[in-house]
């Protein structure tokens, strides 16, 4: 049974946010966008306990955000198989990729996986278009500091096998 969100409006505004964020990435990456121009009109589904995320590829090589519809089956779902948020996010700060079950399109798989392992987003080429070349590049550098100080922090802290401990 699915848990119902007391405000299913926030989930959907969330989901159209990330959305745009991923069109601005991929605004930036033209080998993105010609990968994803041959898969239009494909569609996409992320699945986390009971999130569900799902889009579809533009013509324009873009993702366009859908609300999922259990009548129509998408073509491609990937089912992220951790359900601890702690332990995905250790494997994230790792830089490793999560657990997930593939179902579907195997070529739009090797596609988003390409996008995975390859696109990245250039804050620095962001903050400079407000502040400049110079005081972007020192606030990334720093910002990359404090990051990579809290990924070591986290990783140290967090228990290295997440199996619940027996009592003695």
Request: hydrophobic share 45%; with cysteine.
């Amino acid at each position: 049974m699915a848990t119902q969100f007391p405000f299913p409006w926030l989930i959907d505004e969330a989901q159209q946010r990330v959305i745009l964020f991923i069109n601005h990435v991929l605004m930036q990456e033209p080998a993105a966008r010609d990968r994803l121009q041959r898969q239009k009109g494909r569609s996409i589904q992320l699945v986390w306990r009971d999130f569900v995320f799902q889009c579809v590829c533009t013509p324009a090589g873009l993702m366009e955000w859908t609300p999922s519809n259990e009548s129509t089956k998408p073509d491609l779902i990937l089912r992220v198989n951790e359900p601890s948020p702690f332990v995905l996010a250790k494997a994230v700060l790792q830089g490793d990729k999560p657990p997930i079950r593939i179902e579907g399109d195997v070529q739009l798989a090797a596609e988003i996986n390409w996008l995975i392992d390859h696109v990245r987003w250039d804050v620095e080429e962001d903050l400079s278009r407000i502040i400049g070349d110079a005081p972007a590049h020192m606030v990334a550098q720093n910002a990359k500091k404090v990051v990579d100080a809290l990924r070591s922090f986290v990783l140290n802290k967090m228990p290295t096998n997440s199996a619940p401990k027996e009592s003695l």
